[in-house]
Each structure stands twice: as C-alpha cells, then as structure tokens.
Nanobody, 122 residues
Framework: VQLQASGGGLVQAGGSLRLSCAASGLTFNTYAMGWFRQAPGKEREFVATIGWNGGNTAYADSVKERFTISRDNAKNTVYLQMMSLKPEDTAVYYC????????????????WGQGTQVTVSS
C-alpha cells in the first residue's frame, strides 16, 4: 500500500488549502481513509476520517466546520479541504488507511503516507 500526500504549503491565516492523497496497492473503494497531523513538539492527532463510500465522515472538534474530507473513488484519492486556517493548524499532515476493508470508523490505521507540510502564518 502506498499513500502519497500533496498540496501542502505556506498560507496566511484565514486562507485555504486543499490536500490530496493518492492511494495505490489497495482496493480503494472498500477502505475508509483518515487524515492526521503532527505539529512540532506535539503528538500526532486525528483530523478527519471518511467511510469507503464517502457517506460517513467524522472530524476533530478543532477543525469542525472549517475542514472537509472527501474522496473520489474513481481517482483513488482522498482530499482534505481546509478553510479559515489558523496558525495552530501548522503541522505535517498525513493520510492513512486501516489494515482492513469495510471498517468504519477505523480504530487503528496501519498504512501511512509521507506527510505534507502546512504552515499558516499569522
């Protein structure tokens, strides 16, 4: 399984970014997917998850109503649309997949992408 995250960058507070994660090596449309982030000096934290058909989503309280997770199963890609960004959103963002299909919400993620840096300036 390979997960390739992209779309990070430097943005001013209040701005927007869309992250993408291209997946291969799994039957994508049967796997829930998740986004996590890790800020410097902090532990990795959950951001959002989406079910295999996109019908179920869940978010960390800190990003609710600002971030939207979505997926395009035809493109084997999961997205994270981030709006109204804050300096505290600065982190490396990772996409992840559980080790089994038709598993939602995942309690454990076994496959991780390499991460993409998001920096929000004040």
């Amino acid at each position: 399984v390979q997960l390739q995250a992209s779309g990070g960058g430097l943005v001013q507070a209040g701005g927007s970014l869309r992250l993408s994660c291209a997946a291969s090596g799994l039957t994508f449309n049967t796997y829930a997917m998740g986004w996590f982030r890790q800020a410097p000096g902090k532990e990795r934290e959950f951001v959002a998850t989406i079910g295999w058909n996109g019908g179920n989503t869940a978010y960390a309280d800190s990003v609710k109503e600002r971030f939207t997770i979505s997926r395009d199963n035809a493109k084997n890609t999961v997205y994270l649309q981030m709006m109204s960004l804050k300096p505290e959103d600065t982190a490396v963002y990772y996409c992840a997949a559980p080790d089994r299909s038709y598993y939602y919400p995942p309690l454990r993620y076994d496959y991780w992408g390499q991460g993409t840096q998001v920096t929000v300036s004040s």
